[in-house]
């Protein structure tokens, strides 16, 4: 019993650990905040990608960087950060927020 209770109490931490990422870019999101975390995911990956450039993922996350920076010059800020969000976790590397 109380390893059980231990275990759901772990898994309950990372869940919630893991929502403020992706709540980050829901449909209510100011299109200044969007284009905020535009910018800032865009730094992240840069940051990355010497790191990562070759490995497996590579391909995939690169991808979904190049939708992620030209939605979010095309005024579409809000799917721009899905997308890099996306490439950022697909390097495994939990994405920054606002």
């Not at 893991?18 to 910018?39: G, R």
């Amino acid at each position: 019993m109380r390893k059980t209770v231990m275990t759901m109490t772990i898994a309950s931490v990372l869940v919630m650990g893991a929502v403020p990422a992706f709540a980050a870019t829901d449909n209510s999101m100011s299109t200044s905040d969007a284009q905020a975390l535009c910018t800032k995911l865009t730094t992240q990956f840069e940051f990355l990608a010497p790191f990562k450039k070759g490995l497996p993922y590579w391909q995939k996350a690169d991808a979904a960087y190049k939708t992620g920076e030209s939605d979010c010059h095309k005024d579409k800020p809000v799917l721009g950060a899905r997308s890099l969000q996306a490439a950022i976790s697909d390097m495994y590397v939990k994405p920054d927020s606002l």
